[in-house]
């Protein structure tokens, strides 16, 4: 099993050492390789260390976990907060939280949030090599790998109508009627599907152009998907889209 490196940030020494053999125990190929006790020590360590993991406590005595993650590097991407608070749960997974977990900690969930960042990498590695293949054979994107929550999907390009944007995860809608959310932003697919086909016609809305049926321009203007869905375009990119449907 990949090892992975990991930081525990806990203004609670008992909690931080209860963490750490739960850790031994049940995931052993997860090494803590530094803790701190509150915000200005823990941004000092990770400025020092970027982690596989960050184990986050929320509410500390000189600030509070949010306050961290403003201010590390953008680089620290996999972060579990451990809290005996459940009202941040919301807040924890718009700064991107790769799981919440509530103390005392469930062993059987701890292993389950470090399992999806062991998915979370393996999609990355699926994507590196689909695309490298695609520019070994100097062709278009055929195949993409979607991350969701639970497994690694690959979906066939030419079978994806169009993606929706969820705050930092997106929808994607498939031609038989299916959808999938994708734990990756909008954002990230528009530049790695702009050339086979697709277009940015709303903030929130990435299309293949082959699934059009028509432009509305009623309403507000909108287009009309051959999957019977509607979508939104924005003004900026109305005559761009008008321009690209003839």
């Not at 490298?132 to 062709?139: E, Y």
């Not at 705050?167 to 009627?177: E, K, L």
Request: net charge negative; aromatic share 8%; charged share 25%.
């Amino acid at each position: 099993m990949q090892k992975l490196t990991a930081i525990i940030i806990d203004d609670m020494e008992l909690a931080r050492t209860s963490l750490k053999a739960d850790l031994a125990d049940y995931c052993s190929h997860v090494e803590v390789i530094g803790e701190a006790e509150g915000v200005l020590s823990g941004a000092k360590l990770l400025k020092q260390n970027v982690p596989d993991i960050l184990f986050l406590d929320i509410e500390m005595e000189d600030g509070n976990g949010f306050d961290l993650l403003d201010i590390v590097p953008n680089n620290l991407d996999s972060v579990i907060f451990v809290t005996a608070r459940q009202d941040y749960a919301l807040k924890a997974f718009q700064y991107s939280a790769l799981d919440y977990l509530l103390k005392p900690v469930n062993p059987e969930l701890l292993v389950k949030a470090v399992e999806k960042l062991t998915q979370k990498k393996q999609s990355a590695k699926s994507q590196l090599d689909l695309l490298r293949g695609s520019i070994a054979t100097d062709s278009k994107l055929e195949k993409i790998a979607l991350h969701t929550s639970e497994k690694i999907e690959i979906a066939e390009i030419k079978n994806i109508v169009r993606l929706e944007s969820l705050t930092n995860y997106t929808y994607f809608y498939f031609a038989d009627g299916s959808k999938l959310l994708i734990t990756r932003t909008l954002k990230e697919f528009d530049k790695m599907l702009h050339d086979s086909g697709f277009e940015r016609v709303h903030q929130s809305h990435l299309i293949n152009m082959a699934y059009v049926k028509a432009y509305v321009k009623t309403e507000g203007g909108y287009i009309s998907m051959k999957d019977g869905s509607m979508v939104p375009v924005s003004i900026r990119k109305k005559s761009f889209v008008m321009s690209l449907l003839g």
